[in-house]
């Protein structure tokens, strides 16, 4: 039987997509040979994202960590500064219900896409575990060659990442100074309720750990064509590891996992859709270049595809993603490359420390509340002048 539409990528993106297809009565295939399967990333996953997939997954009853505040260091300053994350009722004095008041959990990746699997396939998606090995598409539709032999469908979605093969058949894959090399550990047997973050400057970005509930995720990011190679990188890892003492006595299992970083020019014209095909998620390159969060976009992406296909008219995936995620991404795009520098980052790590109110703003940037685009007014409300100056001079 021919298929109204393949999903070639069953993670957050792809099962979001077969989940709201398959809903509404379309005939769906999810191909993917390793899903659900633990993924080389943080984890975290924002009170927006779960949000989006409030009617296909119990968020109350889902196993993560519940993260109560993030500690920022900046160790040649000798700073840090703790940011809270709980979630307050406008006006209210205690925390939200802990089902609601998820700011920000972390999970481990094969439970969590697990979960967006299932939800999938009891809407009626089915998922193929054999592997995508060769696309073709014509006016008749899309022939896809897997290891089980030869499937047919209407239309093709690519939710299979950073080295999307729908993304090489339909348009052209990711350049290396289009990606980012996150690598690090996942150190078992320990956890907590914190996020830990230490701000580099060589490379430009950050090293995190985030708890999820049976170990830590901890990681070092940096552009691909940077000039430090993923065994750098993890090397300056594991120093940071030995240092702080987070993971003493903990396994170390070693990872690396390319993600897109696209620029504020690569993000004027991505390729996002065609008569019949479109990518989404990481395979769209809609990944926030500061943080390379990317769980709600993916999750947002699905839900864009699968409504356009569901009235019959993919232009308006393209126009869902214009209007509510590319400006935003690619206003971090342009504050990234100032975002990482000593002089910015000296002036954040200062004013988390003294001040309440730009320890609420970082909340609200880890947890997806706060945009990119208003973030810079917000900043002149704090009375932070020196931080609000840097970041306008930064975006301009």
């Not at 260091?73 to 979630?87: H, N, Y």
Request: hydrophobic content about 45%.
């Amino acid at each position: 039987m021919r298929d109204d539409v393949a999903i070639v990528g069953a993670g957050p993106a792809g099962a979001r997509a077969g989940f709201v297809l398959a809903s509404r009565g379309a005939r769906v295939t999810m191909f993917d040979w390793s899903h659900p399967r633990e993924k080389p990333c943080g984890g975290g996953v924002t009170g927006r994202a779960l949000a989006l997939v409030a009617d296909s997954i119990d968020a109350a009853g889902w196993p993560a960590s519940v993260i109560g505040s993030a500690r920022f260091t900046d160790t040649p300053r000798g700073r840090s500064a703790v940011v809270p994350l709980k979630v307050y009722e406008d006006g209210a004095d205690r925390p939200l219900d802990r089902a609601r008041g998820r700011a920000l959990v972390v999970a481990d990746r094969a439970t969590f896409d697990a979960a967006l699997v299932a939800a999938a396939e009891r809407a009626g998606a089915r998922l193929d575990r054999s592997r995508v090995t060769g696309m073709a598409i014509d006016a008749g539709g899309v022939s896809l060659e897997t290891t089980a032999g030869r499937r047919t469908a209407s239309f093709v979605i690519g939710a299979d990442g950073a080295n999307s093969l729908v993304r090489r058949r339909v348009a052209a894959p990711f350049r290396r100074d289009q990606l980012s090399i996150a690598t690090g550990f996942f150190a078992h047997g320990v956890t907590s309720d914190q996020i830990a973050i230490e701000l580099t400057a060589d490379p430009p970005g950050y090293i995190w750990s985030f708890p999820r509930p049976t170990h830590l995720a901890i990681g070092i990011c940096a552009q691909a064509d940077a000039g430090a190679t993923a065994a750098m990188l993890r090397d300056q890892a594991a120093r940071w590891i030995a240092a702080t003492g987070i993971a003493d006595g903990a396994r170390l299992e070693p990872y690396s996992w390319p993600i897109p970083s696209l620029s504020a020019a690569d993000l004027r014209a991505p390729a996002l859709a065609g008569p019949r095909w479109a990518l989404i998620g990481d395979a769209a390159g809609l990944v926030d270049p500061i943080t390379r969060e990317g769980i709600y976009f993916a999750l947002a992406s699905g839900d864009w595809i699968g409504d356009a296909l569901n009235r019959g008219d993919v232009r308006l995936y393209g126009a869902r993603a214009y209007d509510e995620s590319i400006p935003e991404l690619a206003r971090a795009a342009r504050l990234k490359a100032g975002f990482f520098r000593p002089a910015f980052t000296g002036l954040l790590m200062r004013s988390l420390h003294e001040s309440g109110a730009v320890r609420a703003v970082m909340a609200d940037l880890i947890a997806g509340r706060q945009s990119y685009r208003s973030l810079k007014w917000r900043l002149v409300r704090t009375f932070e002048w020196q931080l609000a100056f840097k970041a306008f001079r930064l975006s301009a």
